[in-house]
């Protein structure tokens, strides 16, 4: 067992250090050929940051798997299956849209299209989906064009789920590496526990997965100086379809004779033999975003193609939580989702695994009705940790007046302003932005001294 762990790791780590290494070049690139959009109303974020950090990522997805068809426990996967090349063939594809789409703005349908092709790319080279476990009947064979269909399905709603939740920083590649670490302890457990060779792919692609939203990371977290742009949330939801079809497609039921019949085996491993759940619980939380949002443009008399700042993120930040608050926020509850099913899997007949997920989501909820707790980093902590991310010691003067209008602060230099703001933390997400009076690129700024923004307007339409 310790043998293809090793080898797992050994490309995750590959992969996150490929893509972290290669994400400060790309920056500098985007910010070269202006892959920075002007700041829309819609947006959280308040300077204009650059783009295409799904290159980075594309490029530590080739490097995992150049790195795993030379390791002895996982070339395998390359001799035996297709898969891996039709992976690269589609994820190319959805990579060169995306570039394109972060430089350009290209057509929504365009993207759409392309999406479909990338898939359709995959299929053709035998990543598709054969059949599916239904509880009670069994094993369901799917015609060729069930088959693709459903294939093309799954993986336009993963992508487009991603692409959706890719509104804070850092959220997407957090929530899709939360989903693929829970996938890859399912594929694994299919893999080595039950010797199902056929999961070994699936078990591959979410260790890779793992290691480019790991490697872009700490590049993307708030304040953001890059952001993965579609080239790279259509390309992590790509690899995650992918997982969820190699899975779902190739592993036959059959092979997990525990249950005497295939049927009654099936009936009995109903959270094992359903994997698509698995990846698709990062869908949870967008596709509940994606409801809201319609019932609620419908009933305020608008389109459902109206974009508002009423999304899930946005109501975090108006109910008081911070940017980063909200982002923890969320990855808390993509964790319960999805380790919660792969704990309900594994021991579907315990009542200790609901008990825990209740127990979780009080903790979820109680952290939800506290947006003016502020977690600090352990003092011990500290030197493990970037700097912006420490505990400091508070030394800031008592809490000024509500108004600011009625005692008029006074004149400070806007490196003392900066420090002054980075004390007093993040309690408002709507107040002016820091002013920092050093030239050249920082944080999230792009080229120059970073400028302040006027505070926006209160909008009802702004996507």
């Known amino acids: 067992m310790g043998q293809p762990v090793r080898d797992y790791l050994l490309t995750l780590c590959v992969t996150a250090a490929v893509t972290y290494l290669l994400t400060g070049p790309v920056r500098k690139f985007a910010i070269a050929v202006g892959a920075m959009p002007a700041i829309r109303a819609r947006d959280v974020h308040r300077e204009p940051t650059p783009r295409l950090g799904g290159i980075a990522m594309f490029g530590g997805l080739c490097a995992g798997l150049i790195v795993a068809d030379h390791l002895f426990n996982l070339k395998g996967v390359f001799e035996l299956s297709n898969e891996p090349r039709a992976l690269l063939s589609g994820a190319a594809l959805i990579w060169l ?3 394109l789409d972060d430089k350009f703005e290209i057509d929504a349908l365009i993207k759409l299209g392309g999406q479909m092709i ?3 790319v995959m299929v053709i080279q035998g990543l598709t989906i054969l059949w599916l476990p239904i509880p009670g009947v069994g094993t369901v064979a799917l015609t060729q064009w069930q088959g693709t269909l459903l294939t093309v399905a799954l993986v336009v709603i993963t992508i487009n789920a991603v692409n959706f939740v890719d509104g804070l920083d850092g959220l997407a590649a957090g929530m899709v590496c939360i989903a693929s670490a829970a996938f890859f302890l399912y594929a694994y457990r299919l893999w080595y526990g039950y010797g199902i060779e056929a ?3 699936a078990t591959l692609f979410a260790a890779i997965l793992m290691g ?8 993307n977290m708030h304040p953001a100086r890059i952001f993965m742009g579609d080239s790279g949330s259509m390309l992590i939801g790509l690899v995650l379809a992918a997982g969820a079809i190699s899975i779902t497609g190739q592993v036959d039921p059959d092979n ?11 009936h009995a491993m109903l959270p094992v033999f359903i994997p698509l759940v698995l990846p698709l619980t990062i869908i949870a939380i967008p596709a509940a975003d994606l409801i809201l949002a319609i019932v609620r443009r419908t009933w305020n008399g608008q389109s459902p193609f109206a974009a508002d700042r009423g999304h899930l993120h946005h109501r975090l930040l108006e109910v008081g939580h911070s940017h980063s608050r909200a ?7 993509s964790a319960l989702i999805a380790f919660g099913a792969v704990g309900y899997s594994v021991h579907s007949a315990s009542m200790w695994i609901v008990f825990v997920i209740i127990a979780a989501s009080a903790v979820g909820l109680v952290l939800l009705l506290m947006p003016r707790f502020t977690p600090r980093t352990p003092h011990w902590a500290n030197r493990f940790v970037p700097p912006r991310y420490r505990h400091r010691a508070s030394t800031q003067a008592p809490a000024p007046s509500s108004s600011y209008d ?3 602060a006074p004149a400070t230099s806007g490196a003392q302003q900066g420090v002054a703001d980075a004390q007093m933390g993040e309690e408002s997400p709507e107040r002016a ?4 009076g050093v030239s050249g690129v920082n944080g999230a700024t792009a080229i120059g001294a970073r400028s302040r923004f006027p505070e926006r307007r209160s909008i009802d339409s702004s996507r």
């Open 327 to 333: 982002v923890l926020i969320m990855y808390f509850w």
């Open 118 to 120: 990338a898939a359709a």
């Open 406 to 408: 009625e005692k008029p």
């Open 97 to 99: 849209i995306g570039v």
């Open 199 to 201: 999961a070994a792919p």
């Open 433 to 436: 932005p820091v002013a920092v």
């Open 212 to 219: 480019m939203c790991l490697g872009f990371l700490p590049h």
């Open 256 to 266: 997990m004779q525990i249950f005497g019949s295939e049927r009654g085996a099936t």
